[in-house]
């Protein structure tokens, strides 16, 4: 992650939640590989979930979670992944942590390929990469004190560590944050952000190389999301972690990502340096994204800017959409469109999309110019004003348990 949060939700101190003290500096734990060389490498990624029905349970179809995903992760960066819920997110997240065997494509992490090896061959490769889970709530066993649970990895490694996995337990809560006498109490002790922080010491207990995030901080309060965030930040300048991010809120990911993959039904259909995305998004599904994350920027709410508004409903993972999939929802879809699916390909230095008619870009299919008339009305513009008054309203409403005006 290169830079610190900018807005209210991101700025405060990561240690503010009463937690404890701060990380130790200049921790054992470093990392010996060579900052922005390759660390893991997904060619072609593809998990499909069969539909099993009637007694023989006979697949009648799939769902197509993830559909052939192509992207590297460097040693040192931080990749974030965002798209709507049910695109995908997390179970690439766990195709590429090996929690699920894919359908199809490789892995590589360090140059060698770990797509199909077994229990054994995995065991190694389970210490250089680990998962941070999204629910801090259902994630941790409550049967267990926080240090059998982040002592766990140690066990199932057959590790002890120097001095102790007691000793080692308390140094890595130390690490995020926490109070290292409570080594003894349940994780319900615990609040949801301190409950994050043991999820993320147990991550760390074997000091790995790449850590997959799901959604770390989205069952959290606003307040504390930001703690958590500036935590990962932190571990990630002391440990030299290399971190890929899972997240549906662009606001999220924003601050703490090198390189932003979109996801839309199983593809990446954007990938870029976070300036790049930001300054200049080239997918129209990204456009529309970065259209509905509030702005802090009081400039760019005074010149009174549009947000589209994305009006159909995500189609079916089991049957998606023929051709781009985004073509059902695309406000410049053309005919192409729905025949031809639009590959992978780096139209700026550093900026890869899969769209015919790209923002921002050459358009790859100059000749096709008559949109579809669904194009036309697939998005409904709507001024700032009017989705900030919208999203006020409906903050009351939560803080004053009344139901909004447009539920009534
Ligand atoms: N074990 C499974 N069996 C069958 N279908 C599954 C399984 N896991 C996920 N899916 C389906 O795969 C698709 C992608 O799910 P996934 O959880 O990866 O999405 P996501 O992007 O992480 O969504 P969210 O933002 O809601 O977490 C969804 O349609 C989901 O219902
Ligand atoms: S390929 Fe066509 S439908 Fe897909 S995003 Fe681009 S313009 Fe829209
Ligand atoms: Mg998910």
Known sequence: MSEKPEDAAVTTSAQSDGAGPKPAAGTTLTKDAAPGETLLKVTGLQKHFPIRKGLLQRQVGAVRAVDGIDF?????????????????KSTMGRLITRLLEPTAGTVEFEGRDITHLGVSGMRPMRRDVQMIFQDPYSSLNPRHTIGTIIGAPFKLQGVTPEGG????????????????????????EF????????????????????????EPVSALDVSIQAQVVN???????????????????????????????????????????????????????TKALM???????????????????????????????????????????????????????????????????????????????????????????VPDAVVSADAAQKARAEATGEEPEDAK
């Open 72 to 88: 590297e992760v460097k040693s040192g960066e931080t990749l974030g992944v965002v798209g709507e819920s049910g695109c995908g």
């Open 165 to 188: 996995i007691k000793k080692e337990v308390q140094r890595l809560l130390s690490v995020v944050g926490l109070n290292p006498e409570h080594y003894n109490r349940y994780p319900h």
């Open 191 to 214: 609040s949801g952000g301190q409950r994050q922080r043991i999820g993320i010491a147990r991550a760390l207990a074997l000091n790995p190389k790449l850590v997959v995030a799901d």
């Open 231 to 285: 935590l990962l930040d932190d571990l990630q300048q002391e440990l030299g972690l290399t971190y890929v991010i899972i997240a549906h809120d662009l606001s999220v990911v924003r601050h703490v990502s090198d390189r932003i993959a979109v996801m839309y039904l199983g593809k990446i259909v954007e990938l870029a340096d976070r300036e790049s995305l930001y300054k200049a998004p080239m997918h129209p599904y």
């Open 291 to 381: 259209s509905a994350v509030p702005i802090p920027d009081p400039r760019r709410r005074a010149a009174k800017s549009e947000r589209i508004l994305l009006k159909g409903d995500v189609p079916s993972p089991i049957s998606p959409p023929s051709g781009c999939r985004f073509h059902t929802r695309c406000w410049k879809a053309t005919e192409i469109c729905t025949t031809k699916e639009p590959p992978l390909l780096e139209l700026k230095p550093g900026q890869q999309v899969a769209c015919h008619h790209p923002e921002n870009a050459e358009d790859q299919a100059p000749q096709d110019t008559v949109l579809l008339t669904a194009a036309k009305e697939a998005v409904e513009l």
